[in-house]
Each structure stands twice: as C-alpha cells, then as structure tokens.
C-alpha cells in the first residue's frame, strides 16, 4: 500500500474505517495508562503537585510544532504532486494543531500561575508558541476565506512552508529578543535531567497524544471528504435547477438525487 | 534584463503618478507617528526611549498597507496575465516588482525618518541608526509582504487577512531592527550582531520572497 493507492478518496475512507477503530482504541488505552501513571508520579520537591501539569503541558507543546510539520508535507504533496488527499489532510490538521498550540498554552499558563507568580511571562518559549499559534489561526482563516476548496488548498499550502521555513527563525529571534530585554530569570526544566518516576509517564503521555492526533486527523479528513462530497451534490443540484428550463423536472431530479444521497 | 528594467521603470513611474498611490504610505507612517505621543503622554524623555520602536512600528505597518496593490492592479487591467505569459521567469518579474515597489514606497519612508524623529526627540545618533536599519530592514519587509500580496491576488481578498498572515513572518524584522536601533543608541550590546543578523534575513527573504510569491501566482490563477 503506497501514499499513490490513497489517491481515491473512496479507497482512502473504505482504509480508514477499518482502522479508525483500532487507532481509537489504542489511544484510549494508552491515554488511561498515561493519565494513571501521571496521577501516581511522585509529587516534586520543588514544584510540588503542581509538575503533573507537565504530563498534559509538554505532549501537547510536542504537539503543536509536529502537526505543523505535518501540514508542511501536505503542502509538499499539493504542490508539488499534487495529491488529491494532501489538501485534505493539510485543512483538517490545522484546526487540530491550533488546539493544541491553545492547549499548550493554556497549561503553560496555569502552572506558571504558582511557579512564576503571574499567568503570562513574556518568556522565549512562550512567546513563540503564541506566534505559532497565531500562524494557525491565520491559515484556518485563510482556509475560511474562499469558498473554493482547492484554490484555498494552494495559497494555504504556499503559506504552510513559508511558515515552516520562517518559524524557526522567529523561534531563533525571540530568544535573542528575550536575552536583550531580561536575562533569564525564569526557571527551566531540564529535560534530560529528568527522573525515570517523571519521565516514563511523559513518554506514555507523548505516545498517546500522537495517537490522539493521529486518529483525531483521519477522523477530521473523512469528515472533509464527505463535506466536499455533500458540497458538490449540492452544486450539481443547483445547477441542475438552474439549467433546466422546466420546473417540474428540476424538482423531480431534486428529489432523485436527495434518494441517491 | 531590458524586460526587467522597463518592469521596474514602469512600475514606479505608475506608483508615482496620480492613483498610484506610493506616497499615502508616507503620510500613513507620519499619521502613526504622530498618534503616538496621544497614546503614551508628551514626555519628551519617554518618547526619546520609545522612538526606535514607534518608527519602526510606523514603517512596518506602512510598508505592509501599501503592498495590498502590489499584484491587485495588475490583476484588475489584465497585464498581470501578460506578465505570467512572458518568457521572463515569474520569480524574476516578482522581484524586479518588488524592487520597484520597494523605491517608490519604501524609499520615502526612510527620507521621512529624520523628521519623525526630530518629532519623537530623538538626537542625530539615534535618528541615524534608525535610518539606517530601516534602509537595511524595509526590504525584507517588502519581499516577505509580497508572498501575502500574491495571495491576496489569487483569492480576490485583501486587506485584514494578507495583515494577518503576514505581520506574524516580520516578527523578527521587526526584532532584529528595533534592537539595532537600540544598541546603537544605549545598549551595552554592539550595534554590529544584531545589524548583520538584519541584512541577513532580508537577503533571506530576497530569496524566499519571490518563489513564494511566483509559485501561489503560478498555482492560483485560472
């Protein structure tokens, strides 16, 4: 099975259906196991219960740059071959990055609330994850934009991999914008200095987020084939009506496709 | 190469000449400027440490609004086609128009400068150094606005969305700019690091900047 045989939007959902429920299953298994585990790891001697924010807080951060790369090679694959699911998968991945990137941000600032006395910290790492996230919800606006999916598919790829090019030269930027205004005040995990308590919960954690997202894209993916599908039916309806110089057969047809559909 | 250079000629006599529209840009970047001290009070010291940031907060919102009719007009009388048509390359014929863009609309900005900054009382030092970032920066902002210009062509939108795309890639720009600025007024830091970083991202986007834009022209027009 090549990337090529998935070319057929039919073939893709027929696959996909069959493995959904796997995928699903795996993830909620691996999400129990995580979750257990986090909820069990020792507490930290400095930061107290408050580190277990950590095993929501970093698979999600993980997240937010993995489904942006993701997008990146959708893009790749629509614009340079061109594969009638790249754009699909491209468009129903930005939404989902963009939660994450929210989600990251969201725990970040809760656990910055104890730990650094203030919600947002216009730290380094924070703020580029805020540009990133605003990057996401300026491609789903451009995706909202134009009615035409596939003319929408092409500027968004083009925008997509200049976005990949250009995030880790704002990533670069901010840290040396962040090391002008204040030195680095705050403190940072280490993150090969973790323990194994803390650290296999977060690899069960990680795994589990992918899967998360894995099976969260293919669901949105079949969503968007089937709205694309729903979209043209109902084109072909309206044309149909349209062009029909008699109104009694227009509605019949009408009524025929709604029975086909 | 004579093809490229009638490009930008005519390019800049169009954006000079009545409904081009090139110097808006300018009165737009003093309009800015002149906003400013209503938001944050007429303390001349404070606005002397702001300075550098207002002006390059006024340039780089400038140089990103007049671009929206970068591609647009040229859509609008059909020479856009023309253009694709050519046997110049369409990454070239994209540059050649931002470069002439950039003279027409980014060029003036720079000339305004010493006189905002005699308004934000910023000495001749200060002035300068901003001057001379903006020279060096405005063309960066120019070839990476260009992408969002090429978009907004090929979807038949504008205005908000290309600003939303856009302003979060000149994010660094504006960083590395501002922080020139700052170090060659007071900043222990040398005004050399951050300046090189500055030339560099925009012979970055020098590059970048018309292959993004030729390839969504290539791709999105019908």
């Known amino acids: 099975m090549t990337l090529i045989d998935l070319a057929n939007p039919t073939r893709f959902l027929a696959l996909s259906a069959r493995v959904l429920p796997w995928l699903a299953a795996a993830t909620v ?51 340079v071959w061109r594969h009638p699911l790249a754009d699909v998968a491209a468009k129903a991945a930005a939404p989902i990055g963009a939660s994450f990137t929210f ?14 006395g203030t919600y947002w910290e216009w730290d380094a790492r924070l703020t580029s994850v805020l540009i990133l996230f605003l990057m996401y919800l300026g491609l789903m606006a451009l995706w909202r934009a134009v009615e035409d999916p596939s003319r929408a598919a092409r500027a968004a790829a083009v925008l997509t991999l200049v976005g990949a090019i250009n995030l880790p030269i704002i990533k670069f930027s901010v840290d040396w914008w962040n090391t002008l205004h204040q030195p ?14 803390f650290l296999i ?8 987020f992918t899967l998360l997202f894995v099976t969260l894209h293919i669901a949105a993916m079949r969503n968007e084939i089937l709205r694309r599908r729903v979209r043209s039916l109902q084109m072909m309806q309206a044309s149909r009506i349209a062009f029909s110089s008699d109104v009694g057969t227009g509605s019949r047809q009408e009524n025929a496709s709604k029975g086909a559909a | 190469m004579t093809a490229l250079a009638a490009l930008i000629r005519r390019d800049i006599r169009i954006a000079l000449r ?23 009070g007429p303390d001349l010291a404070q606005l002397a440490r702001l300075g ?37 390359p369409l990454e070239l014929a994209c540059a050649a128009k931002a470069l002439a863009h950039w003279l027409a609309a980014g060029l003036p900005l720079i000339v305004a400068t010493p006189v905002l900054g005699l308004l934000l009382n910023l000495d001749m030092v200060a002035t300068g150094a901003v001057a ?14 260009m992408i969002g210009a090429a978009l907004a062509v090929t979807l038949h939108r ?45 012979l970055v986007s020098l590059v970048i900047g018309p292959f993004a834009a030729a390839a969504s022209l290539k791709h999105g027009l019908d």
């Open chain 2, 52 to 88: 550098p940031a207002i002006l390059w907060l006024g340039a780089l919102l400038a140089s990103l609004l007049t671009l929206d009719r970068l591609f647009m007009a040229d859509h609008e009388d059909g020479s856009l086609d023309l253009i694709t048509m050519s046997r110049t």
């Open chain 2, 132 to 145: 001379l970032t903006l020279l060096v920066g405005t063309p960066a902002l120019t070839f990476t606005g």
């Open chain 2, 18 to 40: 009545v409904g081009g529209g090139a110097l808006i840009g300018v009165l737009f970047f003093l309009t800015v400027v002149v906003l400013m001290p209503f938001a944050v």
């Open chain 1, 184 to 197: 680095a005040s705050v403190m940072r995990m280490g993150g090969s200095t973790l323990d194994k308590a």
């Open chain 1, 29 to 79: 298994i691996l999400l129990t196991i995580g979750l257990y585990q986090s909820a069990y790891a020792p507490d930290d001697y400095q930061q107290g219960a408050t580190v277990k924010i950590m095993f929501i807080h970093v698979p999600n951060a993980w997240l937010s740059m993995f489904v942006w790369g993701v997008m990146s090679v959708a893009s790749l694959g629509t614009l």
């Open chain 1, 103 to 116: 989600l990251a941000l969201l725990t970040g600032s809760l656990w910055g609330r104890p730990m650094w």
């Open chain 2, 158 to 202: 504008g205005g908000l969305l290309m600003a939303v795309l856009v302003l979060p890639l000149s994010i660094p720009v504006l960083i590395f700019g501002v922080a020139a600025s700052q170090a060659a007024i007071t900043g222990p830091l040398s005004f050399g690091a951050p300046f090189s970083i500055l030339c560099a991202l925009s």
């Open chain 1, 201 to 208: 919960p977060l690899l069960v954690m990680a795994v589990a």
